[in-house]
């Protein structure tokens, strides 16, 4: 099946520094990826959505100079938290969607758990 | 209102029991309806995808009704194994994106 690899899995950074979680399609192309973020006993909440070679769209109320979302191949995917501080603590999980696969064409990295001390 | 409601659960149940779960959706338009599964601390999987005339995976029955955009999932013969989060996911009619609801909790007891 459909493998997403995302990493980090976990990381521990100091507040104001920059963090960036990968997010990669690994046998099939991913026109599209979402990143996602989800805090304890909270739904995934979209943050934003990246198409292939063009800017990602934003989700309101979601800084897109904080969150840097770059999608230059139809492999990858990064998302850079810049600045981060301690009320960006979540976990981020990408999912990358496979048009041919249709509404089974959605399948998601294993998350990464960010803590900003 | 969040496009995606479920119950608060948690649910605690006995092996073997029958457990119901359910969701409302706010957008009259939304086009795919699914149940994922998820992990403690773990992404989500997709479980099975809801359609109008209701389908069934083995143990497991979803149920569409659109007039009152509620969906639901069945579990019956509940295993230790069925516990986890279940949400409830929908898609819109413009865009890809996925909608989770918050989840629901099971805890299936020996």
């Known amino acids: 099946g459909a493998v997403v690899s995302q990493h980090p899995s976990r990381v521990i950074c100091k507040s104001g520094t920059s963090v960036k979680i990968e997010c990669r399609s690994l046998?099939?192309?991913?026109?599209?990826m979402f990143w996602y973020r989800q805090f304890p006993k909270q739904s995934l909440m979209l943050m934003a959505t990246?198409?292939?070679?063009?800017?990602?769209?934003?989700e309101q109320g979601v800084e897109k100079d904080k969150f840097l979302i770059n999608h230059a191949s139809l492999t990858l995917s990064t998302l850079t938290v810049t600045s981060a501080h301690p009320e960006d603590s979540s976990f981020y999980i990408c999912?990358?969607?496979?048009?041919?696969?249709?509404?089974?064409?959605?399948?998601f990295g294993s998350g990464t758990r960010l803590t900003v001390v | 209102r969040k496009e995606v409601e479920q119950d608060p659960g948690p649910f605690n149940v006995p092996e073997g029991a029958t457990v119901a779960f359910n969701c409302t959706y706010s957008?009259?338009?939304?086009?795919?309806f699914f149940w994922y599964r998820q992990d403690c601390r773990k992404e989500p999987k997709l479980l099975m995808s809801?359609?109008?005339s209701g389908n069934e995976d083995g143990r497991f029955t979803a149920q569409l009704n659109r007039a009152s955009q509620y969906i639901s999932l069945l579990i019956r013969d509940s295993k230790l194994s069925d516990s986890a989060t279940y949400l409830c996911?929908?898609?819109?009619?413009?865009?890809?994106?996925?909608?989770f609801g918050k989840g629901t909790s099971l805890l299936v007891t020996p």
């Open positions: 999912s990358a969607r496979d048009s041919a696969q249709g509404n089974y064409g959605y399948t």
């Open positions: 046998d099939f192309q991913a026109t599209t």
């Open positions: 957008n009259s338009a939304s086009q795919s």
């Open positions: 996911v929908v898609k819109g009619n413009s865009g890809y994106a996925l909608n």
């Open positions: 809801v359609y109008s």
């Open positions: 990246s198409n292939e070679g063009s800017k990602a769209t934003y």
